[in-house]
């Protein structure tokens, strides 16, 4: 029987940059942090319940008279770790000057460790493990060698040294930047409109969570995601100091600004995205939206929208399928978990040489790869034997295949020449190229429910690595090219060796990670890269485990399968299910 030999949250050790807020490197213990203080919303992780823990009070002391210019970096770097967030502080270890035109909200950098500040009139900092956010809180990854230096130009103003030219960031240490943000999601539209894309952020804990939410969704999703995502919030808006909720959870919006002519649609979706971004904090049920004192309103003269609005544009899919489907002695199954049983279509009445599956969606078609590999067959779950078509013949190794919402097939053969990726609209295959992933040799792959991402396990040399691609659309869903793919790093050393991938939720991600014959580990990750948080899974298995079966779904358990038995690693007090010892693979649909 395998069991759980530890479960933990894993801290995480990990390397945040926050977007170009203050790039000083703050002399602080060095630790798990995260950075954008005020202003901006960092992308990163999917929703989620909203933490009230508040983290230890500082309060950082202003300049003192007679410190030397290393000292007043020192106090400078370490003003910017005031909490309650305030950069008040901070600013006044800079010239009038500097004052007046520093922007901590441009950038965050957070940093694994920090030099002490080195110099006279011109003062270093050299920081290690350092990582940035941009604006909005999105994650950005690695800061460049060549910027992990930060010099600080100082001049005498009166008697006292004064920083003269400040970095453009906000620049914390990683513990502090942990301990008091958090992964959201912002939501966009793809460019359909027909489904919700969320995209990560950082944002502070707290009381100002509605506040900065709003602000990140006004600033849009930033021209690197053209063809990726698009907001129908009209560009130019803006509002006053917060988003007030009442003491019923109901948040005011009232923006400012002309917002032109909007059309019921419009509205209607514009409104989507501001309910799926505000149903993230628990406090509001309902909100209402005004534009330059114009009370916007939905079809029916509604004006009091509930969080729950827009259902319609689910990011995991609409009506999809809760039901686990697999495969035993060859046929199809499906059910929950303790009821895995033959489908009545084709592929679940007769034998086909089916070696693994994927199913759609709402659960009504399969894609089946037999023939050692080679081919793929396309089926109804339920329906005549007539209606089994085969679509791809003459691969050489194809992968488990995946759906989007757009009922879009993805395939990856593992070809002598590497992965070919390709998609399947109708019945016919269309070769796409995915740089970092295409001629590569690729273990397992995933793709988002709303079509945006590409995730692969990648095999290098080295060892296995993780590649996530976004995937680019014209406004009648067309195809347009992948992005070049970018690593996610990954905290510990050694060799890694991935067995399986799983959707956890919409932006996250499970790792099956083999270390011995009988001991795994399962982590989550965020798809931006991030470091793991306070609140992912970090799971150590004993026995063999054989793959994953996870859901971007809220309400679908992440299981580690092993030869008789399920285990729950979303719920550990559900225990085990016990499952046929013929079943040779499990999965939801998507």
């Not at 130019?236 to 909007?262: E, I, Y």
């Not at 037999?370 to 007539?386: Q, W």
């Not at 970090?538 to 285990?567: H, K, M, P, Q």
Request: contains cysteine; charged residues 20%; hydrophobic residues 40%.
């Amino acid at each position: 029987m395998t069991r759980p030999a530890s479960s933990l949250r894993h801290c995480r050790g990990a390397r945040l940059a926050v977007a170009l807020v203050a790039g000083l490197a703050m002399l602080l213990p060095a630790g798990c942090v995260r950075i954008p203080v005020s202003g901006p919303v960092v992308p990163t992780g999917s929703g989620g319940g909203v933490s009230d823990d508040q983290p230890i009070f500082i309060d950082p002391k202003p300049p003192r008279p007679g410190e030397s210019a290393p000292e007043i970096v020192k106090g400078f770097l370490d003003a910017m770790t005031a909490t309650p967030l305030d950069l008040t502080v901070a600013k006044k270890f800079l010239t009038k000057d500097a004052q007046a035109s520093w922007n901590p909200k441009l950038e965050t950098i957070t940093y694994a460790d920090a030099s002490p500040p080195r110099g006279g009139s011109r003062v270093s900092v050299t920081l290690t493990g350092a990582d940035r956010l941009d604006s909005r809180g999105a994650w950005r990854g690695r800061l460049p060698q060549s910027e992990n230096v930060l010099q600080f130009p100082l001049v005498m103003e009166g008697e006292e040294w004064r920083i003269a030219e400040a970095p453009d960031a906000l620049v914390v240490p990683e513990s502090w930047f942990e301990q008091r943000f958090r992964q959201v999601s912002l939501y966009f539209f793809d460019p359909t409109a027909r489904i919700l894309v969320p995209e990560p952020v950082f944002v502070p804990r707290g009381e100002q969570l509605a506040t900065t939410l709003v602000s990140g969704l006004l600033r849009g999703p930033g021209p690197e995601l053209s063809r990726v995502s698009r907001s129908f919030i009209p560009p130019g808006l803006s509002f006053d100091l917060s988003v007030p909720v009442s003491a019923d959870g109901v948040a005011d919006l009232s923006l400012k600004g002309d917002a032109g002519r909007q059309t019921p649609q419009a509205i209607e979706l514009m409104v989507a995205q501001l309910a799926w971004t505000l149903r993230q904090e628990p406090l509001i049920r309902a909100l209402r939206v005004s534009i330059g004192g114009q009370q916007l309103q939905l079809p029916g003269g509604v004006s009091e929208v509930s969080v729950d609005q827009g259902a319609e544009y689910d990011p995991t899919g609409l009506q999809a399928s809760s039901l686990l489907y697999g495969l035993r002695d060859g046929l199809l199954v499906a059910g929950p978990s303790s009821a895995l049983d033959a489908v009545d279509g084709p592929l679940g009445t007769r034998q086909y040489g089916v070696t693994s599956v994927g199913v759609n969606l709402n659960a009504t078609r399969v894609a089946a790869i037999s023939g050692n590999g080679r081919s793929v067959l396309l089926a109804p779950v339920r329906g005549p034997a007539r209606d089994v078509h085969e679509i791809v013949s003459g691969a050489t190794d194809l992968l488990r295949p995946a759906w989007d919402f757009a009922d879009r097939l993805w395939l990856v053969d593992r070809s002598r020449q590497g992965a070919r990726v390709s998609f399947v609209e109708g019945e016919q295959p269309t070769r796409l190229v995915v740089p970092g992933v295409s001629g590569r040799k690729v273990r397992s792959f995933l793709v988002s429910r709303d079509g945006s991402r590409l995730v692969a396990v990648v095999h290098r040399s080295s060892g296995d690595v993780i590649m996530v691609s976004r995937i680019l659309y014209n406004d009648r869903g067309r195809v347009l090219r992948a992005s070049s793919a970018h690593r996610i790093a990954w905290e510990g050393g050694g060799r890694l060796d991935i067995r399986d991938i799983a959707w956890q939720a919409p932006t996250t991600v499970a790792v099956l990670q083999v270390l011995t014959n009988e001991l795994s580990q399962v982590r989550t990750i965020s798809v931006d890269g991030s470091p793991p948080g306070l609140d992912s899974l970090s799971t150590t298995l004993s026995g063999r485990v054989l793959g994953l079966a996870g859901s971007a779904g809220d309400s679908e358990s992440l299981y580690a399968i092993t030869r008789s038995s399920l285990i729950d690693l979303s719920n550990a007090e559900r225990g085990n299910v016990q499952i046929d010892r013929r079943i040779s693979m499990i999965g939801y649909v998507g």
